[in-house]
């Protein structure tokens, strides 16, 4: 028996290594998307993942859930001076691009005031909507909707 199996039969017995003793002894170190190159040191450029492409989006999994962005938003831009989202998205154009378009929510201020164009509020678009990229997960998640 090497050290890890009698440290693992030993948990085990006391009661504190129930269903994955892979966790509780060998889990790998997570890290933020910088790797683990410390805070005051300069990180490579992160690698930009393929978005998903979803024909017909993805389902929501929560009530108000932002719907996730299914294609790519590498063209994308906003920037104080223009929204490219908005150029598929917006009301007008959204007849020609088929994007769907922002609910009524989008045009609204916080103090409910009706406004013509997307409220301010609703300008960064991808402060709550996100694309979604095939990798493997960092950690477990046994999340249910
Ligand atoms: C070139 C046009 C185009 C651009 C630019 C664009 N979209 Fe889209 N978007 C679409 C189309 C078309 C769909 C519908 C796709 C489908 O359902 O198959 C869509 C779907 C979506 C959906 C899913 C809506 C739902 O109810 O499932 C979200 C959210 C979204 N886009 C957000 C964005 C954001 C945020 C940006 C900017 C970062 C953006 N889009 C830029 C064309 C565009
Ligand atoms: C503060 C968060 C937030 C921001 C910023 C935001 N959205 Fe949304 N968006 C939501 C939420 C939450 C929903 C779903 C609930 C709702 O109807 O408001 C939604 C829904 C949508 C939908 C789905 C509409 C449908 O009928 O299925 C589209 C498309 C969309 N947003 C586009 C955009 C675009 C384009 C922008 C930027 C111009 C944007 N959103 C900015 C939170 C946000």
Do not use: W
């Not at 440290?7 to 009661?15: A, I, M, P, R, Y």
């Not at 003793?21 to 060998?26: I, S």
């Amino acid at each position: 028996m090497n050290i890890n199996t009698s440290v693992k039969t030993l948990l085990f017995s006391l009661g504190l290594l129930t269903i994955q003793p892979n966790l509780v002894l060998a889990a790998d170190p997570v890290y933020s998307l910088r790797g683990d190159i410390g805070v005051d040191e300069l990180s490579e450029m992160i690698p930009n993942r393929r978005a998903m492409a979803v024909d017909g989006g993805i389902s929501v999994t929560f009530e108000n859930q932002p719907p996730l962005i299914p294609h790519s938003i590498d063209k994308t831009r906003i920037t104080l001076h223009e929204n490219s989202c908005l150029s598929c998205h917006s009301k007008k154009n959204a007849k020609e691009t088929n994007a769907v378009r922002p609910p009524k929510s989008h045009y609204y201020t916080r103090k409910d005031s009706k406004l013509k164009k997307i409220s301010t509020g609703r300008y960064f678009c991808t402060q709550c909507h996100v694309t979604q990229a095939y990798t493997k997960p960092l950690i477990g998640n046994d999340f249910k909707n």
